[in-house]
């Protein structure tokens, strides 16, 4: 006890250094257990998701740019197919497409242009308000509405595409009519719309007055046209759409087969390399996508030893050390009768000191970063390229 | 996860808190039809409001919001409710019964406009009555039940669907038999019958008068015009006509013939009845020398 108090009261005396040497340590002890704890939720939402996505169907082209564009709506924007490949899905009776076009933004939040049968399969469930019904309505996940900071009744506008592309997407202001329930999952950080509504931002779908006078030239009346920026009740009925709905472009298709049959058959249309579609498994693509984190996080398993091994060196010195400069000190100390015994104990009883309070800084960042964990994963799987 | 849902998608009422699963058709002809198939085992509701015709009405946000809690909502497609273009419903409670009928649309005038920096395009339209022709009514009837099969599998759907179809081929029959071969010129009273006219033989003139009023001075010359360049000795009205617009028509020469488009429910009968009574006005119209 007197060791205790000893240590304790050159510790506090020396308070600087032993803050330091308390920060080193908790680091120290905390980065294993975090690194560790965000890739086994990282890899645990990976996989929900994945597994909850039975089929996707896509162009052809990189599988893992598809499925982390359709199930997980990050920046990784794979070549857009038609809605022929959903219409085809509805063609055969296997199962309940669901098309999504996840092009653009809001406030760098994803909007995802879907179907009311996106909801129904994800089982999103609306929190406050109500799905949207008409075109230029929106309705924000949960964390998207956090992040804008909107509810019902605000209004959102689409990020330009392009800022210097005068020919490209012009904003569309959207009123927020719901906002849904909290899942866990990539739904919360997405703005939802009618996939016709993505197809106005896209300029396939547009409002405008009357503008062609009779027996106007049509280059002089077109001069003149000015697009609808935002549907209302007065202007919506203007609004239309050009072109054979079969092409109008879809980042990805979610299928959810009627049954195993089903699912078999769907995955073996498009197995011809020449089909310009493909149809992916999402949870074949993650469990490779994972097996690769797993090894990337052995490796970091390693380094982590070796970087805590040179850490916990580096304390030892700065303590060896500051037990040298105290030379004088133990020397008086064992004139007046501290024996080595005493001594060790002096020496041993400032380490504990030092790692218990190590532990008390690193448990509750621990704690609060793992209550945490499933946001910062679902945040880090959304940042994509 | 995603297959319980689609069971829930596929099985569990929506919104409506009713003992029967609901059905919203866009048109009177789907929801006899739907009516005739599901039997008691749904509530069948049709979503325009009375005396509205379903080619030009346009759903407030409320009625859409209605619409999208149905069990199952039937359209009869080829463009006959345009709303939908700009309405969210859930596709997998939704059947467009005009979906296989692509190729046997038939075009109607094109709009050409422009604005922006695309240049001039077009709209084609395309005519929207298509149950009257009776053999696509008669398609679009399976592609209903198919529908139903799926959403309400406690409904006797196949033992109704073969009642419906044998109406419709009666039906059918009736119109094969209206001019015997021959191309009979007719003058209507507004374009709703290419489909009937093509089925069964008709060269179909369409004036746009409005149901329920009577020609002024201008719109009976039309007529007569008409009647002379194309023959026509048969006009169609779409619904009774007033006295005087019956009486202005008959001064002219003309044979008058009542023959529903069935868009909306009939005052009298059904859809069936109604155009069985019409069809037999027009033959007789046309043996006496229309």
Partial sequence: ?385 | MIRAALAAVLLAAPAWAQDRPVIVADSYPMAYFAERLAGNAAEVRLSVPDGRDPSSWRPGLADVVAIQAADLIVLNGSGLSDWTTRAALPRARTVDTGRGLADDRIATETITHSHGEEGSHSHEGVATHTWLDFALAARQAEALAAAMARALPDAPVDASLGALLSDLATLDAAGDALTGGRTVPVIVSHPRYEYFGRAYGLAVEALDWEAGAAPDADALADLASRADRTSARILIWEAEPPTEARDAVAALGLSQVVLPPMATPPAEGDFVTGLRDGMAALGAAIAAGG
């Fill in chain 1, 1 to 385: 006890m007197n060791a205790v108090y000893l240590a304790a009261a050159n510790l506090r005396f020396h308070w600087i250094r032993t803050l330091v040497l308390i920060a080193a340590a908790a680091l120290v002890l905390a980065v294993p257990v975090l690194t560790r704890a965000l890739l086994a939720q990282g890899e645990a939402a990976l996989t929900a998701r994945a597994d909850s996505t039975p089929l996707l169907l896509g162009a052809r082209g990189s599988r893992l740019d598809l499925v982390m564009a359709g199930a997980y709506f990050t920046d990784d924007l794979p070549e857009p197919t038609t809605m022929a490949a959903a219409d085809a899905v509805w063609e055969s009776g296997l199962g309940i497409p669901a098309p999504l076009h996840t092009a653009f933004t809001t406030g760098d939040v994803r909007i995802v242009g879907t179907t009311l049968d996106y909801l129904d399969l994800r089982g999103l469930a609306v929190a406050d308000g109500r799905p949207f019904a008409l075109l230029g309505e929106a309705v924000l996940g949960a964390g998207a509405a956090a992040r804008l900071a909107m509810g019902t009744g605000d209004a959102i506008l689409s990020d330009p595409e392009n800022l210097f592309d005068l020919d490209g997407a012009y904003p569309l202001q959207m009123d927020v009519v719901g906002v849904l329930a909290p899942t866990g999952t990539p739904d919360d950080d997405a703005v939802f719309v009618d996939i016709k509504t993505a197809w106005v931002i896209a300029g396939i779908g547009h409002g405008h007055d009357d503008i062609l006078v009779e027996g106007e030239d049509a280059a002089a009346a077109a001069a003149r046209a000015v697009q609808f920026a935002r549907i209302t009740p007065e202007n919506i009925d203007s609004f239309h759409f050009h072109g054979d709905p079969a092409g109008y472009p879809v980042t990805a298709v979610v299928v959810a087969p009627y049954d195993e049959r089903s699912a078999t058959i769907l995955r073996g249309r498009y197995l011809d390399a020449e089909e310009p579609v493909q149809a992916v498994v999402p949870a074949d693509v993650i469990d490779a996508l994972v097996a690769r984190l797993l090894r990337i996080a052995s490796l970091v398993d390693a380094v982590t030893v070796v970087v805590g091994l040179a850490a916990a060196l580096a304390l030892g010195l700065a303590l060896f050390l500051s037990w040298r400069l105290r030379a004088p000190e133990m020397r008086t100390a064992h004139a007046l009768g501290a024996g080595r015994g005493m001594i060790a104990q002096l020496a041993l009883a400032e380490i504990v000191l030092i790692v218990a309070g190590a532990i008390v800084i690193a448990t509750p960042l621990v704690i609060a970063v793992q209550s945490q964990a499933p946001m910062i994963a679902a945040r880090l799987i959304a940042l994509g390229t």
